[in-house]
Structures are given as structure tokens and as C-alpha cells.
């Protein structure tokens, strides 16, 4: 039974960074991905990894931005974000797919999400 949970959101400056993570309970050999929801609107598609690491998958607006990474050793997955935008303000949650993907129904478990607030 794997439990995820997000951690490292908080308030930047447009232009800064953030280093998001994301721990699960117990060993997942599935891929995982990152989505965000901002008032108002779809949850959306951010990035994604294979199980193994190797392939990765980005939303238009995240390629040169956002980079996605993970540590099978210690079961977690990161999504560093540089250059941060306001637009990028939104809740942000990791979940688990049984391949890489960016379709939102392939995914099957979720955690309770991490804020996001870049101020202008």
C-alpha cells in the first residue's frame, strides 16, 4: 500500500526557485508524475518520469524550467523549478501511473498536494 506525500512548496519572488519532493511509503516501481491546480481551473499535467528514471515528460510551459528526478534508494521524486513564474502559483501534487504518461486517468494515487505562491 503506497502513501505519498509532497513537501518543499512555499512563497518565491517571480524568478526564483523551488525544490518540490515527494516521499512514498513504501518501494513503487511505477512512474510518477507532477501536476498542479490553480483556483478556477484544471488540474493540469506538469512532468513525468519513467519507473527506471530514464525517460521524462514536460508540459509546454515547464520545458527549460522545471526538471523531474528520483531516488528509488529513498523513494522519492523531485521537481526542481527555476525561473519561476506567477502563473506557476497553484497547488502541486505528485502521483504514481503504471507507465510514463500525461494523461490524468492513468494515474492512481496521489498526494495531498503543496502550495505554490510566486509573487510579482
Known amino acids: 500500500q503506497v502513501q505519498l506525500v509532497e513537501s518543499g512548496g512555499g512563497l518565491v519572488q517571480a524568478g526564483g526557485s523551488l525544490r518540490l519532493s515527494c516521499v512514498a511509503s513504501?518501494?513503487?516501481?511505477?512512474?510518477m508524475g507532477w501536476f498542479r491546480q490553480a483556483p478556477g481551473k484544471e488540474r493540469e499535467f506538469v512532468a513525468a518520469?519513467?519507473?527506471?528514471?530514464?525517460?521524462?515528460r514536460y508540459t509546454d510551459s515547464a520545458k527549460g524550467r522545471f526538471t523531474i528526478s528520483r531516488d528509488n534508494a529513498k523513494n522519492t521524486v523531485d521537481l526542481q523549478m527555476s525561473s519561476l513564474k506567477p502563473e506557476d502559483t497553484a497547488v502541486y501534487y505528485c502521483?504514481?501511473?503504471?507507465?510514463?504518461?500525461?494523461?490524468?486517468?492513468?494515474?492512481?494515487?496521489w498526494g495531498p498536494g503543496t502550495q505554490v505562491t510566486v509573487s510579482s
Open positions: 502521483a504514481r501511473a503504471a507507465y510514463l504518461t500525461a494523461i490524468i486517468s492513468q494515474y492512481d494515487v
Open positions: 518520469v519513467s519507473s527506471s528514471g530514464t525517460r521524462t
Open positions: 513504501g518501494r513503487t516501481f511505477y512512474a
